[in-house]
């Protein structure tokens, strides 16, 4: 279970109560909540037992294991007291299962940004029409600094959920990472000894005359408690430039939103919204049906964002260099070696999954930057459940938010001159 709902993400325990002041604060998204630092906590008088409750619901988000909150919190033990029980004790006491004991006891997992161990290494493809590589650990020391100072972390537990800035931390390119750009897709594999051939794939980036006049329609606005009804508001079609028209965006193009890969892919994509936010970056999510159960069970577990349904699959074929990207589920799936990890991967989530829908179109990710600046960045699920690198997604972002400061400081320095 993973969920962006700020009330299942509470629960019956002692932050329930708490709740009406968390929103009036400001606090009324799950991401933002679980990046509160101490000063945040003394200004809302939170006793220990908030604390505590926060410290571990925080941790048990980052695993996907929500469902068993409100039993630990009723425990009264902290996240160090727990962390220290036995696998036993933690599986008799509040009903654990194996799997969950393992992810429970790993305190390296986050939203699973990781690649398994089975999964081959990034592609080293590189198709870049970018000027310049900068490196993520410098984009991020000239980002927010200010902004970003006043939220983060300070408690002394090693155990707690990542800080903003650990986050920030994670995402560094590494020296000798080879940059795939523009267009960044992960390499295709010889399925059933060479016997299936994977469908070719456009290794250029989608002109941006193809995806400024699309018709998309929003099914769910950014959640905050008590939005569900809004769920149901039908708004009318609206050109998709309007998006982007003020403010960088990533839209996340989802093959079905029943996928156990792309429920998982989501989750870990939101669950940064707060480095999102800090670099001005607007988050979406889009769909090619419009199923009411399935946007229900989607929004918000999974992605507590814009939803937007794309009627005419237009954005995912532009991924498609003109024509939808599809696979059969036989021989994208079982045959081939890549999607099966990318399954297992999300698999360790403990997401949940469903069939409905259509499967064989394959999604992928834009950035799109403000105005009609074009497209940024664009990715490719070559193979089921492949994901966008988020260190790449974020430096291509960082690299957004340093052009416009740098415009804007070559605007005011004009005008300056011209006076």
């Excluded at 889009?286 to 929004?299: A, G, R, T």
Aim: aromatic letters at 8%; a positive charge.
């Amino acid at each position: 279970m993973a969920s962006f709902s700020i009330e299942e993400f509470v629960g019956e325990g002692v932050l329930k109560v708490l709740l009406p002041k968390l929103l009036e604060e400001g606090w009324d998204d799950v991401p933002t909540l679980k990046i509160m630092n101490t000063d945040d906590m003394d200004a809302l008088s939170m006793t220990q037992l908030e604390k505590d409750a926060l410290e571990i619901r925080s941790y048990l988000h980052d695993r996907a294991l929500m469902q068993y909150g409100d039993r630990i919190e009723s425990s009264g033990k902290c996240l160090s007291e727990l962390l220290n029980l036995s696998p036993g004790d933690l599986s008799s006491q509040f009903g654990m299962k194996r799997g969950h004991v393992a992810r429970f006891m790993d305190r390296t997992s986050a939203c699973a940004d990781h690649l398994p161990n089975s999964h081959p290494s990034l592609a080293t493809e590189k198709i870049s029409l970018l000027s310049k590589n900068t490196s993520i650990q410098r984009s991020f020391q000239s980002v927010n600094s200010q902004k970003f100072h006043s939220k983060l972390p300070t408690r002394n537990s090693s155990t707690n959920s990542k800080s903003l800035q650990q986050s920030l931390a994670s995402f560094k390119i590494k020296d000798g990472y080879i940059f795939k750009g523009i267009v960044s897709m992960e390499p295709a594999e010889p399925r059933a000894c060479g016997c299936v051939q994977p469908p070719p794939v456009v290794e250029k980036v989608a002109p941006y005359s193809t995806i400024e006049n699309i018709s998309i329609q929003k099914l769910t606005p950014e959640y905050k408690m008590g939005m569900e009804h809004l769920v149901k508001t039908k708004t009318p079609p609206m050109k998709a430039s309007e998006l982007w028209r003020n403010k960088p965006a990533v839209l996340l193009c989802i093959r079905r939103p029943g996928c156990i890969m792309c429920r998982a892919e989501a989750h870990q994509l939101y669950a940064k919204k707060p480095i999102f936010d800090s670099l001005g970056i607007q988050l979406f999510a889009v769909l090619h049906e419009h199923m009411e159960s399935e946007i229900k069970d989607f929004w918000p577990r999974y992605w507590g964002g814009v939803v937007l349904f794309d009627h005419g699959t237009e954005f995912f074929k532009a991924l498609g260099g003109g024509k939808l990207l599809k696979e059969k589920f036989l021989s994208g799936f079982f045959f081939n070696p890549r999607a099966i990890a990318n399954y297992k991967r999300a698999k360790a989530m403990g997401i949940k999954q469903n069939f409905k829908g259509e499967g064989e179109i394959k999604g992928g990710l834009f950035v799109v930057g403000s105005g009609r600046s074009g497209i940024a960045y664009q990715f490719i699920e070559r193979n089921f459940g492949d994901w966008a690198p988020p260190a790449e997604v974020i430096e291509i972002c960082t690299q957004l938010q340093q052009n416009r400061h740098e415009g804007h400081k070559e605007s005011n320095t004009r005008s300056q001159q011209s006076e």
